[in-house]
């Protein structure tokens, strides 16, 4: 019965950023479970590795090239889906940047800067909701994930556009999960924490997040992989008394508050 409850069997899921990454790894979780996937990013090569990976399991998979930006493909995208896999079940937006960018000071940041870092990681969270929410709203059924980030819920010194677009990913899981609760549709956020993915492949990334495992508190950064069970969890029917909430996967660097204090590792001191 309960693992009856976590099953996606029959359901159609949207994964924006399913190339690589926290994408990728909810892909194929959503498939292990049953749900037929649709790939969606800029970059073809990748989500058509996805959408091959997803096959292999069983599932039917859409590779859809797509730029979150631009709310033509945005709608473009619902439509192909609905062509072709016939109804859309699920919305994980999750698609979003860092671009590998080290803390600046604020009159460092151009508009494009801050206009390029709003619209991937907020704009586009917005322009997929409106495109699915209808036809959710229709069959008085579904599930939106809008992946959100520990820096939507704490500021960051030299961090504008992401702490702001990702505490409005959270503002927007908030009033959407209100406004379409009366049909049916569970509308919910995951905050992730530190997770080993490419935007820490840079060699500047590297060195800026070297060591970072020993300040959280179960010892290191996450894996992609552990990201999957809970986006199962918020797509399924298990979740369905469950909404507007934000579920922070973090290792419990957030558990001393929203600001990172009162956790330090213990460093032998070294004598000259």
Sequence with gaps: MVLEKLSLEGKVAIVTGGGTGLGKAICLAMARAGADVVAAARR????EETAAEVRELGRRALA????VTDSRQVNQMVERTLAELGKIDILVN???IVRGDLPRPIWDISDDDWRLGIDTNLSGAFYCSRAVAPHLVAQKSGKVINVASGWGLRGGRHNYMYCCAKGGVIQLTRSLALSLAGDNVQVNAIAP??????ALETPEMREFFADRG???PVGRIGSPDEIGPLAVFLASSASDYITAEVFIIDGGGLAGGYAPTGYAPVIPIKED
């Design 44 to 47: 073809v090569e990748l989500i």
């Design 64 to 67: 859809i090239p797509t730029d």
């Design 94 to 96: 999750n698609a979003g």
């Design 193 to 198: 924490g530190l997770f080993a993915t490419a």
């Design 214 to 216: 020993r300040f959280i």
